[in-house]
């Protein structure tokens, strides 16, 4: 249900925009994240956007690595959750997963996850 793509191969400094296509994912109920996963370690979250209905505004959360370089948005029109990498670092080389938990509403607790894109950050 959830497809990444946007990944690659880029030289440090450089970006990349990751989207998670989400057809049939109300944003207003899920939590969206990013997660990523490097050789040999855990899965982590990167980011994570949730919709706060009662001050319709998204709450969003950056692990502390990549705060202030990567951006978590999403697009409620075109059904699909971005990350805007910028300045990468050879650290941030992972496979990278979108992620979607229903948090709000009826049948809380279900959850999807994309099937990942690689990101590879070397000179």
């Known amino acids: 249900q959830l497809q990444a793509s946007g990944g690659g191969s880029v030289q440090p400094g450089g970006s990349l925009r990751l989207a998670c296509a989400a057809p049939g994912i109300n944003f207003s109920l899920h939590t969206m994240a990013w997660y990523r996963q490097a050789p040999g370690k855990q899965r982590e979250m990167v980011a994570s956007?949730?919709?706060?209905?009662?001050?319709?505004?998204?709450?969003?959360y950056y692990t502390d690595a990549v705060k202030g370089r990567f951006s978590i948005s999403k697009s409620v029109a075109k059904a699909t959750l971005y990350l805007q990498m910028n300045n990468l670092r050879p650290e941030d080389t992972a496979v990278y997963y979108c992620?979607?938990?229903?948090?709000?509403?009826?049948?809380?607790?279900?959850?999807?996850w994309g099937q990942g894109t690689q990101v590879t950050v070397s000179s």
């Open positions: 956007l949730t919709r706060d209905i009662a001050s319709a505004s998204d709450i969003l």
């Open positions: 992620y979607a938990e229903k948090t709000s509403g009826l049948q809380t607790g279900v959850s999807y």
